[in-house]
């Protein structure tokens, strides 16, 4: 009988960005997150979690996640925003927002593709309004698949 896949356990939630989030101007993107150092666990996947406080966005609101990966291990891209924006490459998901007024929002990208290094996140917000000033996080849950049963 063949073996049949499953999902490894995943570690715990790690928070990318968090004060980088704060007061984020609609239309504007933080700055990098923190390296996440993906060469010894290897992690093929990700469940990204955008979990923004309160706050009143427009009609057609998102927020993008770019990644920004140390393909020597060290030396990371330097693209402006703008740059970012322009090219899909960077691109790992757009995150619809609901635009019920002053609530919080918590959405999900899931089964994300990982590289095989180091890299940095990046939050775009294009929800038409500032984010809260404070209580803003994005999460990473990293993961594999366990093909031996």
């Not at 004060?19 to 996947?45: F, K, R």
């Not at 927002?97 to 917000?125: C, E, H, I, M, W």
């Amino acid at each position: 009988m063949a073996n049949i896949g499953k999902w490894n356990t995943p570690s715990g939630p790690t928070t990318v960005l968090s004060t980088e989030l704060n007061s984020l101007g609609s239309g504007s993107m933080t700055a990098a997150s923190a390296a996440v150092a993906n060469q010894t666990n290897l992690d093929m996947y990700a469940d990204i979690e955008v979990n923004l406080a309160s706050f009143s966005p427009a009609s057609g609101a998102y927020v993008a996640i770019y990644i920004a990966e140390a393909v020597d291990a060290s030396n990371y891209p330097t693209q402006s925003a703008a740059d970012m924006r322009l090219t899909s490459t960077q691109l790992l998901a757009n995150l619809p927002l609901g635009t019920t007024a002053s609530t919080a929002q918590r959405v999900v990208a899931r089964n994300v593709l990982l590289p095989p290094g180091s890299f940095k996140l990046y939050l775009d917000n294009q929800s038409g309004a500032a984010l809260a000033a404070s209580g803003s996080t994005v999460k990473l849950l990293t993961y594999n698949m366990n093909l031996n049963g």
